[in-house]
Nanobody, 126 residues
């Protein structure tokens, strides 16, 4: 059974950076497509960055494009999301999600991922 555990959230000052981690168990990372999502209070969950190991192509939402990087460490079965230049609008619960690569349609949408972590809170405030 695929399980995902996020970590790395917390309180960050505006302009700061953070790196979130998502450890996968039950499946090797190279068999998975991985997505990072977030949900701010009162807002819908949005896809931030999604990637598959098959060709290395990666999607970034406009809200984080140019200031975020998704990366993988297959040896640690871990996916990271680095986000820079944080602002109050980045305050949200951040989730990682996974789908078997051969079942993923290549979209960064909630419905395209079957397995989800519990989320980690990120608060950007001075």
């Amino acid at each position: 059974q695929l399980q995902l555990v996020e970590s790395g959230g917390g309180l960050v000052q505006p302009g700061g950076s953070l790196r979130l981690s998502c450890v996968a168990s039950g499946f090797t990372l190279d068999s998975l497509a991985i997505g990072w999502f977030r949900q701010a209070p009162g807002k819908e969950r949005e896809g931030l960055s999604c990637t598959s190991s098959s060709d290395g192509s990666t999607y970034y939402a406009d809200s984080v494009k140019g200031r975020s990087t998704i990366s993988r460490d297959n040896a640690k079965n871990t996916v990271y999301l680095q986000v820079n230049s944080l602002g109050p609008e980045d305050t949200a619960v951040y989730y990682c999600a996974a789908e078997l690569r051969n079942r993923w349609y290549g979209f960064c949408r909630i419905a395209d991922f079957a397995s989800w972590g519990q989320g980690t809170q990120v608060t950007v405030s001075s």
